[in-house]
């Protein structure tokens, strides 16, 4: 039989139907999977395939000071992003505008990192683009595809240097900071607060970003603004953060301080903790980290020798030296060893012998035999020496924590150093080993007048001397935004005792160390100290406040390598006078140098350096003047 | 008197999948994002006149002068696809390749449509000329020899999807042609042998299995050895067969079995067909108005991929019209190379029949990732001038085997 006979043709032509739609069958079951089956899930990609999610950063709360007045707010600057639908292209594009937008191929290697992360949202490539380059791409968009521009919420700082330590500065956070989730809620690309009130207070001050969708073709070009109102986000601004600063006071504390010196001014009213001012010398412009800072300006701001992005204030630690004494004068009486007319057993001869050391005063000729009243006056350190013997050392320390010269101030900015204070006489046989044999009473004597194993921030100075300041003995914790609510303790001393001391700090100021300080029509009562330094020449303090009657204000400051502390009283009691009678009236004039200072003696090598906190790197100093 | 007229249905089907495939080609230019496919569905307008013209011409052409022409047929299309691996250049999705004819720069068109037709005609001169089926593979060898040669030119090219269309020609013919199935499945083997080697327990039971399969068929003594020993030998070559793939054809058989594997190279063009077809739905998202296609993710649109433009814009419902349409075709074939009035003709229909059922299954298969991607058009949809041209010529030649079988009264009793 042939092939071609009909018969067998038609059971093949039968067959063949059979298979052709059966295979036809099969793909319609293939389609109907997909279409009907799998629709939903394929719609949904169909959308994020098309739709390109475009971050809405939320402005970033602004910050004011007590009268409302902006010390942080935000403009309008614009950054440069690109979508890209893969490394290559955006590393094409990249290199193309690589001149344009000064980019090397660091810059490059960071922003195709940045890509990897987040492949489907636009890149950013330049936040706080020039205008000028700005409008540059936008003409050259069609060589530039994905081209995204932006505007977003730039960080300004009108008051530049004045108050940078207390805002601290915003940058982008870091690939580490996104990888760990150390700040929750923040995303790649998210500006953060780096420190001062920024980082303390980011969660209030961040809001919350907002996202628009842009549709793009599958090479990532934008196609068109997606403006369906239900899938915009608005971005929230974050909240105002209201401070305790009065910006008019801190302005003139950055000005009255001493130009091209280091050390810190903080000033607080002693009833409530408010911290009107905090001012820390060198400062730095917070605008320099905004948009990015270069990394010459950042080795220069970080290894610069005087290390202008430390906070002083609240971060160094000094001997607190004289103004010390009134915390051994505190515990004494508290104790009942001694009242404001105590005289000790050995009148000041410029010095003392204990043990088979001499232990000097800083005044050589001697002050004679002195009350308790008048040895705080001259700041005579034969008198204290003698007291602290009475206190014993044991009582020194504990009195001394119990006044909380061992603990943090509590104010609210990051990165407060601890004070270096002993809790107890342990810490000695710790560290040196046994007591007469490794280290000597002598150490009573220096922590008596506040050198020593004693480092103390200004912070935790000026909190103490609010203590001194209020009717009761006790303050709360200094604060810049919201207190701590940490519990008042008092200093234990009845109201007329604190009276009493805070009379003979107003003689300090009237006729004794700080006079040359003193200023007309306000009664300021303080106490000024000059700690030795074994790094360099000795660094000056002054904690005062006023008036004497019911103080308002107490201000502390330190000036290193200042030599004398009366020279710093002078800052002191004009920023006092300052904010007691307002802007309008003519700062007192410091009238002259009656009396030398109270320098405090030599060291007296008992102990071996052990004040291991982080020490301001001395500075060769020619003997110029502080003030001329 | 003979009453002769028109095959209706076949016009009326080819005609309306014509107008389908233009219309299809035109939304697939609506893009957003403007490019030079916005105006290819006037460029193959121009083509489907051409191809018209040819159609006509094709169906006036004598059957019996057709016959005698073969041989210079195939001659021809030998002779230019060995030009074209010497001068032949790449375009557009196949940039890579050497496909193409042209002279001046102008490209010309593609040898291998045009040699799918002319290997048609071949095979139906070659088999239609046998009074019996051929009884074992010694006696279709001759065939194989007319497929091997133009598989071979085009597989060099390389265009891997066209070379397997050579294939397909190979077995629909033999098995019009009479050849015993379970022949057909011997003849296979080595390639079934080639697809498992790829897993050795796969092909361990594959061979196996054949070798029953010879022993209970009993086919000549050295066919069955021959057959053993070459699946045998393509399941140890598979791998350096496979070394000798280029990377992108290694890529494509991977991403066929797993297109995940790198959605944004290999797969993306699965991916972005299956999101397509996908999200069209039932009804589909409406004419013009697919967004995987408006906004570039959909590759090649005008060509491997218009079927996903219908899937996505017509949904379910209009993908279903389609390959209704396009099965009737086949069907419709299959009914003429039956009522052929002699075995050349019916070979030639039959041989039409399985080309254009090898692109639609492979090419519609393919949108929705059961096939790989091979990237050969979709007749009548797909934009391109050399297989529109083709299958115009086959369309008008198997009008031709209508109308002359119309007579033969014995033949639809």
Redesign the interface.
Known sequence: MTWSHPHEVTRRADASRLVVTLMFVLLAVGFFRIQVLGADRYKLQSTNNRLRPVTLPAPRGLIVDRNGVVLAENEPGYTIALLASDEDSLRSTLERIADRANLDSLKIEAILRRFRRLPHEPTTILRDAPFDLVSAMEESRVMVPGLVIQTEPKRNYPYKETVAHVLGYVGEITEQELASGAIPGARGGTIVGRDGLERQYEDVLRGEDGQRFIEVDALGRTVREVLDGSTLERERQGDTLFTTLDIGLQEFVADVFPAGWRGAVVAMVPGTGEVLALYSSPSFDPNLFVGGMDPETWRQLSQAEDTPLFNRATEGRYPPASPFKLAVAESALLRGLVDMDTHMETPCEGGMLYGNRYFRCWKADGHGSLTLREAIQYSCDVYFYQLGLQLTLSNLLSDGVDMGFSDRSGIDLPHERTPLFPESIEYFNRRYGQRGRDWTSGVTLNMAIGQGENDQTVINMVKFYAKLANPQGRAPDPWLVQGDGGEETSLGLSEQALADLREALYLVVEEGTAVGARVESVRIAGKTGTAQNPHGRPHGWFVGFAPLEDPKIVVGAIVEFAEHGSTVAHVVTNIIHRYLLGPEVEPARVIEYLLPSDSAPEPIPILPDTSRGRRIPSEDVSGTALFR | MERHYFDKSLIALTLILVLVGLATLYSAGQ???PSAVSKVWQKQLVWIGLGIVLAVASFRLSPRLLEWLVPGIYAAAIALLAMTLFVGVGAGTAAGTKSWISIFGVRLGQPAELAKLATILMLARML?G????PAGIWEALPAGIVVAIPFMLVALQPDLGSAIVFIALLFGAL????LKPSLLLLLLSPGISLLLAFSTISWGIWIVFLTGFILLTRPHLVEGLALWFTNASMGILAFSLWEQLQPYQQKRLLSFLNPDVDP?ATGWHII?S?????????IGVGFGEG??K????L?AQHTDFVYSVI?EEF??LG??AT??L??LL??AL??I??KAS??FS?MLVAGV?TML?THI?VN??MT?G?MPITGIPLPFFSYGGSFMLTCCIAIGLTMRVSWDSQGLRY?NA
Do not use: C, E, M
């Open positions: 893009t957003d994002v239609g046998r009074r019996h089926p098995y019009w042609a009479g944004r972005q299956k999101i397509a077809v996908g999200s069209g739905g039932l967004h995987q408006r906004l570039a993710f590759p899937g949904g379910f993908v279903l390959l209704v396009l099965a086949i069907l299959i009914r190379a039956r002699d075995p019916s029949a059922l299954v519609v298969g929705i059961v033949l």
